[in-house]
């Protein structure tokens, strides 16, 4: 299975933006999608995930700003942020993975990455 993203770029405090992950080589429809976030001194970390059939989680930091959701007809997932704020800005990736008693489990595959900036 291969990942390609899109979206993303710079935005002003406040703003919004999405990404798009396409999938193909493979069933999207079983797998989840997480999206992580790496900023240049930070570790990667999971901001969101979206199950096969819908079901979301958020990381805290995130919840209520940033809306994951997917496509399966499309074999595409998404992100969509708002309300960004500066420490937001960072590489977003998207995951391939699956959920497991509630909880997202990743698989080991990766979009490319794309650069979300958030600043005035």
């Known amino acids: 299975v291969q990942l390609v993203q899109s979206g993303g770029g710079s935005v002003q405090p406040g703003g919004s933006v999405g990404l798009s992950c396409s999938t193909s080589?493979?069933?999207?429809?079983?797998?989840?999608m997480g999206w992580y976030r790496q900023a240049p001194t930070d570790q990667r970390e999971l901001v969101a995930a979206?199950?096969?059939?819908?079901?979301?989680t958020y990381a805290d930091s995130v919840k209520g700003r940033f809306t994951a959701s997917r496509d399966n007809a499309k074999s595409t997932a998404y992100l969509h942020m708002s309300s960004l704020k500066p420490e937001d800005t960072a590489v977003y990736y998207c995951?391939?993975?699956?959920?497991?008693?509630?909880?997202?489990?990743?698989?080991?595959?990766w979009g490319q990455g794309t650069q979300v900036t958030v600043s005035p």
């Open positions: 995951h391939l993975g699956t959920f497991f008693r509630g909880n997202y489990m990743p698989l080991g595959i």
């Open positions: 979206v199950s096969p059939n819908g079901t979301t």
């Open positions: 080589g493979g069933d999207f429809s079983i797998y989840a």
